[in-house]
T-cell receptor, first 116, second 112 residues
Framework: DGGITQSPKYLFRKEGQNVTLSCEQN?????MYWYRQDPGQGLRLIYY???????QKGDIAEGYSVSREKKESFPLTVTSAQKNPTAFYLC???????????????FGQGTRLTVV | SQQGEEDPQALSIQEGENATMNCSYK?????LQWYRQNSGRGLVHLIL?????REKHSGRLRVTLDTSKKSSSLLITASRAADTASYFC????????????FGRGTSLIVHP
């Protein structure tokens, strides 16, 4: 089955720890995104990547880091510098929108991160 | 910053009724999309309408786009209890970017 997989589904972090959220896709998509969702806030863009070995900051990148070493993978690290990391994190991918203009995004099932 | 804003924030209807949700945005766009999210899950793409289109249909869904008013509406006809979910509009093209930018969503409850 083609799709986008996030793991784990639930993650608990102690204060001061870094944690990494996994996102893998087998859709051969060039673009990948990380969004954060808080109650009543909708989705806010953390980072995005349009091509391997390149990524850009979104609206709320502070306290987060990413890498894009492979086309299929776009892991997100929530660092200890992120002061309020408890949220629902969503990863998405889409085809190369600069060529087609089609920006339909495919989402994973999300990771719920809680600081304990 | 969020480009699109949905209205109303919450909508409660009876099964069989139609549900209408609106989305307003601030700057010019290439595309506008609607997504659905069941509680605690990822988003699922419903429909994409391009800036040069005015109306689009998909099954029980009807989407309109008015670029002069910078607004869109999503109509779900003959709603079912299974339509209960949050619905988000996403725009792209702001500032030349194709990155989907989401609103806060409309929470729809359909009572059986």
């Amino acid at each position: 089955d083609g799709g986008i997989t996030q793991s784990p589904k639930y993650l608990f972090r102690k204060e001061g720890q870094n944690v990494t959220l996994s996102c893998e896709q087998n859709l051969n998509h060039d673009a990948m995104y990380w969004y954060r969702q808080d109650p009543g806030q909708g989705l806010r863009l953390i980072y995005y990547s349009q091509i391997v070995n390149d990524f850009q900051k979104g609206d709320i990148a502070e306290g987060y880091s990413v890498s894009r070493e492979k086309k299929e993978s776009f892991p997100l690290t929530v660092t200890s510098a992120q002061k309020n990391p408890t949220a629902f994190y969503l990863c998405a991918s889409s085809i190369d929108h600069t060529l087609s203009g089609n920006t339909e995004a495919f989402f994973g099932q999300g990771t719920r991160l809680t600081v304990v | 910053s969020q480009q699109g804003e949905e209205d109303p924030q919450a909508l409660s209807i009876q099964e069989g009724e139609n549900a209408t949700m609106n989305c307003s945005y601030k700057t010019s766009i290439n595309n506008l999309q609607w997504y659905r999210q069941n509680s605690g899950r990822g988003l699922v793409h419903l429909i994409l309408i391009r800036s040069n289109e005015r109306e689009k249909h998909s099954g029980r869904l009807r989407v309109t786009l008015d670029t002069s008013k910078k607004s869109s509406s999503l109509l779900i006809t003959a709603s079912r209890a299974a339509d209960t979910a949050s619905y988000f509009c996403a725009t792209d093209g702001s500032g030349g970017s194709y990155i989907p930018t989401f609103g806060r969503g409309t929470s729809l409850i359909v009572h059986p």
